[in-house]
C-alpha cells in the first residue's frame, strides 16, 4: 500500500505545470490589445476633393510588468469583398505603462481608397521598458 501512496504522490507532483516564462518577456503583441476601434473618412478634404482616413481605438496593455512606447501599429484597408487593398504603418507618439489603458483618437492616415469599405487595426512591434514595482 506504501508504494501504492508514493506513486500516486510522484503522479501528482509530475503533472504540477512549470512556472510559465513566456510573460516574463516583452511581448507587445501579445500584451497590446486593441479594441473599440472606429474608422472614418474625414468630412474635411486634403487634398480637396479627397477625404482621408481617420482612426480611433482604444489599447490596453495587459502586461503587469511592462510599459510600451514607440507603439507601431498597421492599418489595413479592405474591399467590399474583404481583400486587402491597402495598407500602412504609423507610430503612436503616446506611452502606455503596465495595466493602463490609452485612448487613441483622430489618427490622420493619408486619403481614402474609393473602394476601402472596412479597416483594421495591428500591433507590429514597440520598444519595452521593464516596470518598477512598488516594494
Known sequence: MKPLHCLLLL?????????????????????????????????????????????????TNTSELYSYHQIEVRFDYFDSTYHKI????????????????LPVRDIQDGPVMPAARSATVTVVKAESDRAVLPE
Open 11 to 59: 503522479t501528482a507532483f509530475a503533472c504540477q505545470s512549470k512556472k510559465n516564462t513566456d510573460h516574463d518577456q516583452a511581448d507587445a503583441y501579445r500584451d497590446l490589445l486593441i479594441d473599440r476601434v472606429i474608422w472614418k473618412k474625414s468630412d474635411v478634404a486634403n487634398p480637396p476633393g479627397s477625404p482621408t482616413n481617420v482612426h480611433g481605438f482604444t489599447m
Open 86 to 101: 491597402g495598407s500602412s504603418n504609423r507610430i503612436l507618439p503616446q506611452a502606455i505603462g503596465p495595466r493602463a489603458a
